[in-house]
């Protein structure tokens, strides 16, 4: 189970990061951090990329399941036909502290019943170790930030120094759904039982570069 502590710091993490990752998008090159009060961590301009290979055995499910997953641009999506997986790519746009924005997002769509549960201005953040989402859906307004998954592995991470910025690369990221209640949130929202705590969703790499701060 995930702490309350823990769910929080990812909460506000991911809603610092909003305002810039949204700058970023329609093309506001020159913002640099969005919030500078003393006890906050700045949120800074980042570049890099998240990619998501589904696990063995996961697209097969989803597919016996009628369940899609679809890049929302600048996301991408592609098909690996000979391992029968999807790997999926977003794009790195800020950091504040450990939450590293994303770009872009991803949906699953019950394909037989048309529901859909989106992820929109992802996060993931390496401390707390999980991948958060805004979630919208036709006709509503906003929602508040959902933990999508959890990571319950990084094989290796590693970092350097070079031009005055640093660059930091995670290898063997495993997500997984984080707790019952979250299964049970994709499972009603889509019409399926496919949603599992027990099995590994995804497998990862994460790089990041961002500029060298006091």
């Known amino acids: 189970m995930l702490t309350l502590g ?4 990812t909460v506000m993490g991911a809603c610092a990061l909003i305002s810039l990752s949204t700058a970023t998008a329609v093309g506001i090159s020159s913002v640099s951090a969005v919030d500078r009060s003393p006890n906050q961590t700045p949120t800074i301009v980042a570049t890099g990329e998240l990619i998501l290979t589904t696990s063995p055995g996961i697209l097969p499910a989803w597919d016996a399941a009628r369940i899609e997953l679809t890049a929302i641009p600048p996301a991408s999506l592609t098909e690996l ?13 800020a950091k504040t502290g450990s939450a590293n924005a994303l770009s872009g997002g991803f949906r699953f769509t019950n394909t037989k019943t048309r529901e859909v549960v989106n992820c929109l201005i992802p996060t993931i953040d390496t401390r707390a170790r999980v991948l958060d989402c805004v979630t919208i859906g036709a006709g509503q307004v906003w929602e508040t ?17 070079a031009d ?24 009603d929202k889509l019409s399926t039982t496919v949603f599992s705590t027990s099995v590994t969703i995804a ?11 006091r």
């Open 6 to 9: 823990r769910t929080l710091r």
């Open 81 to 93: 036909t000979t391992s029968a997986a999807q790997r999926l790519q977003l794009p790195v746009v």
């Open 145 to 161: 930030t959902k933990i999508f998954f959890e990571i319950s592995k990084i094989k290796s991470w590693t970092a350097f120094n």
């Open 164 to 187: 005055g910025q640093r660059t930091s690369l995670l290898t063997g990221i495993e997500f997984k759904i984080p707790d019952d209640g979250s299964a049970k949130f994709f499972n």
């Open 203 to 213: 497998t990862g790499t994460l790089d990041v570069t961002r500029r060298i701060t």
